[in-house]
């Protein structure tokens, strides 16, 4: 008698011949045209391009905040393209945590409530959130600034404020569009540091988009694309 197979594992994100196709003053152009990518659960990952290679659609895609003209694209094993718009939030607010090159934080509210935000959409109650955001400000070493405005803080501290933030609610996935971007040296170092720990002890699968390679070297897999199209993908490191 046979041994009953193991179901296949699910990856954390995945896109099968994903094309984006945009509509330019009447000129049909292809940022991306067929990709086909997988990120495991707990992996790190760069995607690595010069301006205008696609990595940034590419990001928005795997973060839910767009959809793919053609092709199959899936987050946690749901496909997107069956979701309606609510669901579509929904499963982004679940799985996926953004941090931004420039921060997208508001400018008026404590770090504290900035983190807690995502927690807002998902019907947390405020007791509930907001212990959890002191939490997620615990975790990235900024317990002491929680009451302080961004505009009370240095560029490396709003970054963790957004990385609490993204991490708060627990996703599946972190992706970091160019997340030192805005940043000095030390503080970039710093963030780096925290994004690889963050992934060793937690777990998260980590996305990193970037142009600049000893950035990308945080990463065990790198993804180059170029023309819409991958054009190497290895792993650099065990």
């Known amino acids: 008698m046979m041994a009953p197979t193991a179901p296949p594992v699910t990856a954390a994100v995945e896109a099968v011949d994903v094309v984006r196709r945009y509509q330019l003053d009447g000129v049909a152009v292809e940022a991306l045209r067929g990709v086909s990518l997988r990120i495991e659960h707990g992996e790190f990952a760069a995607v690595v391009g010069p301006s205008g290679s696609g990595k940034s659609t590419l990001m928005h895609l ?9 092709g199959v694209l899936r987050v946690g094993g749901v496909e997107v393209s069956r979701l309606s718009e609510s669901e579509l939030a929904g499963l982004r607010n ?68 957004a990385i609490a933030r993204a991490l708060v ?25 925290m994004l690889d720990r963050l992934n060793e002890e937690r777990g998260v699968a980590v996305v990193l988009v970037t142009h600049e390679p ?22 650099s490191r065990p």
């Open 62 to 70: 795997l973060g839910c905040l767009d959809r793919p003209t053609s």
């Open 169 to 193: 609610g627990e996703p599946e996935v972190l992706l970091a569009d160019e997340p030192t971007g805005n940043l000095d040296t030390r503080n970039g170092v710093e963030v780096m540091a």
């Open 94 to 161: 679940r799985t996926i945590g953004f941090v931004f090159q420039s921060f997208h934080l508001m400018g008026r509210t404590s770090a504290l409530d900035n983190v807690a935000l995502p927690l807002v959409y998902r019907g947390v109650g405020r007791a509930e959130r907001r212990s959890r955001a002191a939490a997620a400000l615990e975790s990235v070493g900024l317990g002491h600034r929680m009451r302080h405005r961004p505009s009370q803080m240095s560029g490396g501290e709003q970054q963790r404020v």
């Open 214 to 235: 000893e950035i990308a070297a945080h990463a065990r897999r790198q993804i180059h694309v170029r023309d819409g199209l991958i054009e190497q993908d290895t792993v």
